[in-house]
């Protein structure tokens, strides 16, 4: 009867915590959206500069809102810039949108930058009710999320704010086709062109960004490319308020694999306060529940790690920088880099590189968490039925905890048979607890 009880209680506080959970969608209070002041023609968007011979970005602000560029070669086709922009929803310097898609995403590049602004997941859709795909990168306020890359110094390189030229506006993955390559050109009046190429393939949720130095000036250019991750902290639309689930940055580095850099070590600037220095096989990535964006780089090369406060809407920056690179008169050079915006599919990921897969937080109980999830994706690699293979699973613990399991209800069978006496003997000596203990 008390096990009964104990039972119903339970299932009652459950179902007022899923009502509180209802209401709080309907009736409870939304979170602020924190409007950024009016961009003007003379607002400087702040850009990350790096000296080549320094060890530390210093934050500089530009000399216009609008970034310079120069024309890209005249025997190219292009399609013509629209003007750049920006607004109070949208902080970031806008100019054409170059559409790409493929069968697992939909994405927009703008050409300030060659930034990934928008990014939509064809396979994974808002939820049941909604089949449209669902949004995981966003360029407009609140809910900020952009993958941006480029080369440093700005003076003799593109950088983020540096406008492109795009040959069309629109890339399409065809049918039998399993690579879609989108170029974005920029050359600067010394002679110096930069081909920014997206390179997408079939089933993949990785995007190849390649920066292609062609060097035909006089002299020696030199540069080095830095990747960056821009996001503002909004709770995920739907999230269970009972359900805490991490949203924030994390880097990867040969002494810790995976480590956390919350908005808070961000605003405290914690990488550089640490003096960490640079490492081969790193990555820097920006986490949410199910989803991530991370930027990886060559493993053949040392990367520092950094990351800022943008005022405009509360931005929070997370990226890296790589080496110093001198291009010979007449010579070519590409830097590489990896991005992987997507679900957090644990082989896809520790494929991609080391550390990566456990971005999958499972909570403090990871240690029954992570092998009872390789149990069950085993038994679906074999049966290819995931509701099979939960029943599997289920039976499978119930097996192992057999024994335990038949010892209790056997302790609590001999219990409720000596229920009564038990009883009976309470009734006979009432409130005196000596000879009922001496009887039991």
């Known amino acids: 009867m008390d096990n009964v009880r104990l039972i119903l209680i339970m299932a009652l506080i459950f179902v007022l915590l899923l009502i509180y959970q209802a209401w709080q969608e309907d009736y ?16 400087a968007p702040p850009e990350t500069a790096l000296d080549p011979n320094a060890n530390t970005l210093t934050p500089v602000e530009t000399g216009s809102a609008t970034p310079s ?43 300030v930058g060659g930034d990934i602004r928008q990014k939509f997941l064809i396979d994974y859709p808002v939820s049941v009710e909604n089949p449209a795909p669902y949004q995981l990168m966003n360029d407009s306020l609140p809910n900020v999320f952009v993958a941006q890359s480029g080369l440093l110094p700005s003076e003799s390189a593109p950088t983020h704010l540096t406008v492109y030229q795009a040959e069309q506006g629109s890339y399409r993955l065809a049918d039998g086709q399993d690579n879609l390559v989108v170029p974005l050109r920029w050359t600067n009046e010394a002679g110096v062109t930069v081909t920014k190429r997206f390179t997408f393939a079939r089933g993949s949720h990785v995007i190849n960004v390649a920066h292609e130095v062609f060097n035909q000036s006089a002299q020696a250019w030199q540069a080095r490319q830095y990747s960056q991750l821009q996001r503002t902290q909004v709770a995920e639309q739907g999230q269970s308020s009972f359900v805490h689930t991490y949203m924030g940055g994390a880097i990867s580095s040969p002494k810790q694999l995976y480590e956390k850099v919350t908005f808070g ?3 405290d600037n914690k990488l550089a306060n640490e003096s960490r220095g640079s490492w081969q096989g790193g990555w820097a990535a920006m986490l949410q529940h199910y989803f991530l964006g991370a930027w990886v780089p060559p493993n053949t090369e040392e990367f ?16 890296m920088y790589g080496p110093l690179i001198s291009v010979a008169a007449g010579a070519t050079y590409q830097f590489d880099l990896q ?6 599919i644990q082989d896809k990921l520790a494929a991609l590189a ?6 999958v937080d499972y909570g403090w109980l990871w240690f029954l968490a992570q092998p009872l999830f390789w149990l069950l994706e085993t038994i679906h690699s074999l049966l290819g039925n995931w509701g099979i293979a939960i029943i599997l699973v289920t039976l499978l ?6 024994h335990l399991s038949a010892t209790s209800y056997k302790s609590m069978a001999n219990m409720r048979r000596l229920q009564p006496r038990l009883m009976s003997l309470k009734e006979r000596y009432g409130d005196d607890k000596a000879k009922l203990n001496q009887a039991m």
Not at 28 to 43: D, F, L, M, N, S
Not at 88 to 107: C, F, H, K, N, W
Request: overall charge negative; charged content about 20%.
């Open 339 to 344: 991005l992987y915006a997507g679900p957090k």
């Open 397 to 402: 613990i119930k097996l192992a905890f057999f």
């Open 354 to 359: 080391p550390g990566l897969d456990l971005t």
């Open 265 to 267: 070590d961000i605003e």
């Open 28 to 43: 409870g209070p939304k979170p602020t959206i924190v409007e950024p002041p009016r961009a003007t023609e003379t607002a």
């Open 304 to 319: 520092t790690y950094y990351s800022r406060v943008l005022p405009e809407g509360k931005r929070y920056v997370l990226g």
């Open 69 to 111: 560029t120069t024309s890209a070669s005249s025997s190219i086709p292009t399609v013509t810039s629209a003007p750049v922009v920006t607004t109070s929803t949208q902080p970031l310097a806008q100019g054409q949108r170059v559409i790409v898609e493929t069968d697992v995403m939909i994405v927009e590049i703008d050409t």
